[in-house]
């Protein structure tokens, strides 16, 4: 069985297929960029994906080797996410549905990112460190969903590194930029915000902002914004693994292809007697063979498939209000 995903929450558009065996044969996507010093307008974001859907659906497939006829379900992402990029996704999918017959999926997108996650690490039951532009959550498994242990108060580290690059005129995503900065930076002081098992990151990026705009050096702020954010997400996913007594952690979202956070992690699971992996650089943004993967997982479990004429996208669906059937 051959599922298509189709995911378009945010900056990408993108097409996954995905076997029932777990085999991932094709993964494509088209990112929008936003002019430098500009954030993602939803509108704009959401013509972006009309403007490419169609060619990033062909070329899916052609990389596959399938056709449409050998596409069993559909799968989209239905949640969270920008309202007019999820209903670009929603009306693609549809629209092959009816052509096609087909049944669809959809699917929670932060969902998507620990399916993906477990399956290309080969991990059970680990904590989950999920870390992208709009959620930062500290999750596990407990009693048929993925529980929230901790979660960011405002902005995801994402979005907030993308908002410190914006300024900085670094350039859209900005996390990979200041990865790179921060290689070539040392320590200044910028706030510490833990709060029990939640976290804040605006005021840290207000603070770094100030900073560089009274002559701090680039590459010493970008070090120290990493280094303090990064801490933070290490001290929340140990207490989580403390609590839980888990010995797996998972780290996964489109910051997870950090390599300082990898190796701030692996070194606290190390000292645990946890193992460490994080979803590889290909699935660790926001792609469309995640949401493919997570469509078969729902089909296999018998969840309830989407009928367009009771349910509709769901721009604030929390990752622990999803039933996990699997």
């Known amino acids: 069985m051959y599922c298509l995903g189709v ?24 990112l929008y960029k936003p002019p430098v010093g500009w954030g993602i307008k939803p509108i704009d974001a959401a013509n972006h ?17 399938l056709k449409l006829e050998d596409i069993d379900i559909l799968a989209f992402s239905q949640g969270p996410g920008l309202p007019p990029c999820l209903k670009v996704g929603k009306e693609f999918t549809l629209a092959l549905a009816k052509k096609n017959s087909k049944l669809i999926y959809g699917v929670n997108h932060c969902v998507a990112h620990i ?5 290309t ?14 959620n930062t959550q500290v999750i596990a498994y407990t009693e048929n969903k993925y529980s929230v242990f901790g979660e960011v108060q405002d902005i995801g580290i994402g979005n907030a590194l993308d908002k410190f690059a914006r300024e900085a005129k670094l350039g859209f995503p900005g996390g990979p930029e200041i990865e790179s900065l921060a290689k070539r930076g040392k320590w200044i ?12 990151f605006s005021g840290i990026v207000t603070e770094a902002l100030r900073k560089y705009k009274s002559g701090a050096k680039l590459e010493d702020v970008c070090f120290s914004l990493q280094e303090t954010t990064f801490a933070m ?6 207490r989580a693994v403390a609590h839980t007594g888990k010995t797996e952690v998972l780290l996964t979202g489109g910051v997870a292809a950090n390599k300082r956070l990898q ?16 979803v590889p650089k290909e699935y660790s943004g926001d792609n469309g063979a995640m949401i493919a993967w997570t469509g078969i997982l729902a089909q296999k479990s018998g969840q309830k498939n989407f009928d367009p004429k009771k349910d509709d996208i769901n721009p604030v669906w929390r990752t622990d209000e999803v039933e996990i059937l699997w």
């Open 115 to 119: 399916e993906i996650g477990k399956l």
């Open 49 to 65: 994906h009309k403007e490419v859907a169609e060619k990033v659906f062909l070329d899916a497939l052609k990389k596959s080797g």
């Open 189 to 200: 002081e910028l706030p510490y915000v833990v709060k029990g098992m939640d976290l804040s």
């Open 7 to 30: 995911e378009s929450t945010a900056h990408t558009l993108a097409v996954g297929i995905v076997s029932d065996k777990g085999e991932i044969l094709t993964n494509v996507k088209d």
């Open 233 to 238: 997400l290490t001290e929340v996913t140990e």
């Open 263 to 278: 190796e701030m992690l692996e070194i606290m699971c190390k000292e645990r007697g946890a193992k460490f992996y994080s």
């Open 121 to 134: 690490t080969g991990l059970r039951d680990p904590v989950i460190l999920y870390v992208s532009g709009g």
